[in-house]
C-alpha cells in the first residue's frame, strides 16, 4: 500500500493548471450544505467561471434532487472502468457540470495497481475544463467525509444559530485545523433570521476558536431564512433560479464574487493532486 501511494503522489507531481477544489461540509445535517453547494456553484457559473460539482455526500446524495435532474451513472462506474469519466458528467443548468460520487468512495479505496493509475490519469482532462469543482461532502467528522475535507485546500463550513449546529461546527473545524492547518477555511451562516444573528453565530464560534485552538475561522457571509427557498428545494429547482431576486440568492452571488475574485494565497491541488490525497487518508 505504501508503494502504491508513493506511486500515485509521483503521478501528479507534474506542474499543470490545477482547478480550484472547493469542499462544502457541516458538522451536522439538516443544515442546508447541499442547498448552498449547488446555488454556490451556479453562481460561479453566472460569473463565467467553469464549474463542476462533485456530489460525494454517500449518506444523503441529494445535490441531484435540488437540481431536477437524475444521473444514471457515477464516478464508481469510472473507478470500476464500467464507464468513461465523460459519460458519467451530467449537464445542468448554465453550463454546471455535475458529477455524482455514488460508491466512489468504498471503491477508490480498493484500487490498486494499472486500474488506479487509469483512473488518476483520466482525471487530467477535469483540471483543463475546470475554474472551480464544488465539493458536495457529507456531514460529520466520520473517516469517508473527512477524507475528502481534509483533502481540500479551500473548505467551506456551513452552519445555523441552531445551538447544536454550532457546537458540531466547532468540533469540525477543530479537527480541519488540527489535521490541515495550511487550508483555507470560511464559515457561512445559514438560515439566519437577521444579518446580525449571523455575525454573533460567527463571532460565538470564533471566541470558541481563540480561546481553545488559538485560531479563527473566516466568517465569509450568510443567508437569510425566507420561503423562497423551500419553495425551490420542493419544486426542485436551485433558488438562484427559482428566485433570482430573492436575499438568499444575492447573498449566494457575494459568497461566489467573493470566491472568484480574491487571490488565491495558496496553490490549488487540482483534480489529480486532491484525489491522491484521498486516496491516501481511505488507504491507512
Same mark, same amino acid.
Given at each position: ?144 467525509? %473527512? ?76 443567508? %437569510? ?60
Amino acid at each position: 500500500m505504501k508503494d502504491q501511494a508513493e506511486g500515485l503522489r509521483k503521478l501528479v507531481a507534474k506542474k499543470e493548471r490545477a482547478s480550484r477544489i472547493i469542499a462544502v461540509t457541516s458538522g451536522k445535517g439538516g443544515v442546508g450544505k447541499t442547498n448552498i453547494a449547488v446555488n454556490l456553484a451556479l453562481a460561479l457559473c453566472q460569473m463565467n467561471q467553469r464549474v463542476a460539482l462533485l456530489d460525494v455526500d454517500l449518506g444523503l446524495a441529494n445535490a441531484d434532487i435540488v437540481l431536477g435532474i437524475t444521473p444514471t451513472a457515477n464516478l464508481g462506474h469510472v473507478i470500476r472502468g464500467e464507464k468513461t469519466l465523460r459519460e458519467v458528467i451530467v449537464e445542468g443548468p448554465l453550463g454546471l457540470k455535475i458529477l455524482s460520487g455514488g460508491s466512489g468512495v468504498a471503491d477508490l479505496a480498493n484500487l490498486n495497481g494499472w486500474r488506479l493509475e487509469v483512473f488518476i490519469k483520466s482525471l487530467e482532462q477535469l483540471n483543463r475544463e475546470f475554474d472551480f469543482v464544488i465539493l458536495d461532502t457529507g456531514a460529520g467528522i466520520h473517516r469517508n467525509v %473527512l477524507s475528502f475535507v481534509l483533502a481540500a485546500s479551500e473548505v467551506l463550513v456551513v452552519t445555523t444559530p441552531e445551538p447544536t449546529a454550532i457546537t458540531d461546527a466547532y468540533g469540525l473545524l477543530k479537527v480541519i485545523h488540527g489535521q490541515n492547518p495550511q487550508a483555507k477555511v470560511r464559515l457561512v451562516v445559514n438560515m439566519a433570521k437577521s444579518p446580525n444573528e449571523a455575525e454573533a453565530v460567527a463571532d460565538k464560534l470564533n471566541s470558541v476558536l481563540l480561546e481553545y485552538v488559538k485560531w479563527e475561522v473566516e466568517y465569509i457571509g450568510y443567508i %437569510l431564512q425566507e420561503s423562497q427557498i423551500a419553495k425551490a428545494v420542493s419544486d426542485q429547482q436551485p433558488v438562484l433560479l427559482a428566485f433570482p431576486s430573492a436575499m438568499s440568492s444575492r447573498s449566494l452571488k457575494r459568497i461566489a464574487g467573493v470566491l472568484a475574485g480574491e487571490k488565491v494565497q495558496i496553490a490549488p491541488l487540482g483534480i489529480k493532486g486532491f484525489f491522491s490525497k484521498v486516496y491516501d487518508f481511505l488507504s491507512v
